[in-house]
C-alpha cells in the first residue's frame, strides 16, 4: 500500500506530507484546491512526464517521495525480477526530483530510469485519472481490458501468436519479393554471374590486402627508409672511428686490461661486453635488412595494380575481403536459387504455408481464450454494474474475427451493453453517456482489482455525472473494493466522502501573499464539518450538519454490515 506521499514546491503545493490509512482514503476540498495536483504529483514520481510550468520556484528544486509498504509475493517477485529490494520493513521508497530542467528518479536511494519507475507503477498502483473512461469508447481498449484479465492463460498465448507472426511475415517478405518474370529472373542471373566472377577473377586471399599495404608504405617510402638506414649503419658500425662498435670496442678492451685488479671493473667490463654483443646482433640484423630493402620497379607495379583491384571490390562489396567473399557466397546462393527458380519458389511456398498454418492455429487458440475469458469477464462486469443501479443492464463481451492477422492476433472485442429494458445490446460507444461510462469504468476496475496483486487504486473524480441513488451505490462498491485493497479517492460527493475510512481535506490559502495548497486529515468532527460543506454549499446550517451527521452514522453502519 501507499503509505506516504511527500510534495514539495510543486505548481500550487509549497511543501506537504499526507500519511495514507488502509481501506478507503477520500480527498475532499473547493474547485481549484488542488487535488488534482496530488494525483499528478504521484504520477510524477511514477515515470510521468514532467511539465516545465509544473515546478512552483524555479530557482529550487521540485521533490516527490512516495513510500510504499509491500507485501504481497507477487508483488515483490515481480519487483526482485527488476533487481529492485525492499527497505526493512518492505519499504519502497520512490523519488522523483526536478532540478535545472532535468529530472532525476530513485528506488530506495539508487538512482533509476523514468522506465523503471513506470514498471514499478504497474505492479503497485493503478490510477483512475478524469478522463480515463473517455478510453472506453474506442474497441481497443475493449481487447487489452479482456486480455489483462485472462492475463495468466492469454499473456503466454500472446507470445506464441508475435513469434508465429514474425515468422510468417518474414516468410511471406521472402516470397512477394522472389516474385518476378522470365525477364527479370534472366536479368538477374546474369547481373548474379558477373558479380560473381569478378570476385572470382580476383582469387582473393584472406589478409592479402594488410601485407599488401604494408609491402606498399615500405616500397613508397624506400628512399628514407635506406637513408636512415645507411645512418645508423654508419653511427653503430665499426667503419669509422666514430662508430659505436669501434668506440665500445675500445672501451671493452681498456676495462679487461684493468678488470684483474677491482672485482667491480671486472663487473662493469662484463656488462659492457654484453652491450658490445648487443649491438653486434643489431649491426647484423641492421645490414640484413638493408640488403633486402632493394626491390625492382616491376615489383613496385604489381603491387600497386594487385592493390588497386582489390581497393575497386572494396568499394563495391565490401570493407574489408572477408567481407567481399561472404558477399560472393550470397549471390552464389541467390543464383542457385534463380537458376533453380521453379523449385525454389515451391519449396517457399510450401514453407509459407506450413507457417500460416502454425499461424492459424496459435491464433485460433488465442481466440477460444478470449472468448472463454470474455464470457467470465462479461458476466462479473454485469453483475458489478448492477450494485453500481444498472438494474435492468445487459451486458457482453462480443469477440469477432479480424478477417486477417496480426501480431496481436485475429481478433478484436467490443463490449455490448443495453441499459434500458426491452433495449438491445448495441456497442458501448453508441449508448453511454459520460456518466455512465464513468460509473462501467469502475465497474471495471473493481472487477480487474480482483484479478491482480495490485495494493492500491486510486480514483480521481470517479463521481463524474452522478447524484442520488447512484452516488450512493457507487460509494458502497468503493467501500466493498477497500475492503480488500487500499482506495485512494477524490470525490465532491457527500455520499462517497462519508464512506471514508480516512478524509483528508486539500485547502488554498494564502501565506505571504502567494497562494499554497495544504492538505490536512480530518479528525471525526471535522469529517462532518467537510461533509457538510459539500452538502450545504455557502451556508452551513444546523439542519445541514445534522444531515451530515446521520450521512456519516449510516455510512459508517453500511460499510460494518
Known sequence: MLVSLHVK????????????????????GETGAGKSILIGSINLALGGQAAKNLIRDPDQPALVELVFEVTNPDSLIKLQELDLYPEDGGLFILSRKLVNGRSIGKVNGEIVSAGVLKQIAEILINIHGQHEHQSLLYKKKHLEILDDYGSKEISPQKVKVREAYAAYSELKETYDATGMDEEQRTREISFLN?????????????????????????????????????MADGLTGAMEETGAQETIGRAVRELHAVAAFDGKIQSLSMQLQDVENLLNDFHRELSDYAQELCFSQEDFQKTEERLDTINHLKSKYGQTIRQILEYQAAQQEKLEKLVDYEQYRKKLAEKLQQSEAVLKKTTDQLSVLRSKYAGQLGRQIRSALKDLNFLDVLFHIEVCPLGHFTANGGDEA?????????????????????????????????????????????????????????????????????????????????QIAAMADAHFAIEKNVKKKETITIIRKLNDSEMVQELARILGGAEITETVLKNAKEMKELAIGTKSS
Open 414 to 494: 467490443e463490449f455490448m451493453i443495453s441499459t434500458n429494458p426491452g433495449e438491445k445490446e448495441r456497442p458501448l460507444a453508441q449508448v453511454a453517456s459520460g456518466g455512465e461510462l464513468s460509473r462501467i469504468m469502475l465497474a471495471i476496475k473493481t472487477v480487474m482489482a480482483d484479478q491482480d496483486a495490485t495494493e492500491t487504486l486510486i480514483f480521481d473524480e470517479i463521481d463524474t455525472g452522478i447524484s442520488g441513488r447512484t452516488a450512493q451505490k457507487v460509494s458502497e462498491k468503493l467501500a466493498f473494493v477497500a475492503k480488500g485493497h487500499q482506495v485512494i479517492c477524490i470525490t465532491h460527493l457527500a
Open 194 to 230: 558477373f558479380e560473381i566472377q569478378e570476385i572470382e577473377d580476383a582469387a582473393l586471399k584472406d589478409g592479402e590486402d594488410e601485407e599488401l599495404e604494408s609491402r606498399y608504405r615500405k616500397m613508397v617510402n624506400a628512399r628514407k627508409i635506406l637513408e636512415a638506414v645507411t
Open 9 to 28: 514546491n510543486l505548481a500550487l503545493i509549497d511543501e506537504a506530507e499526507v500519511y495514507f490509512s488502509e481501506g478507503l482514503n477520500i480527498l475532499t
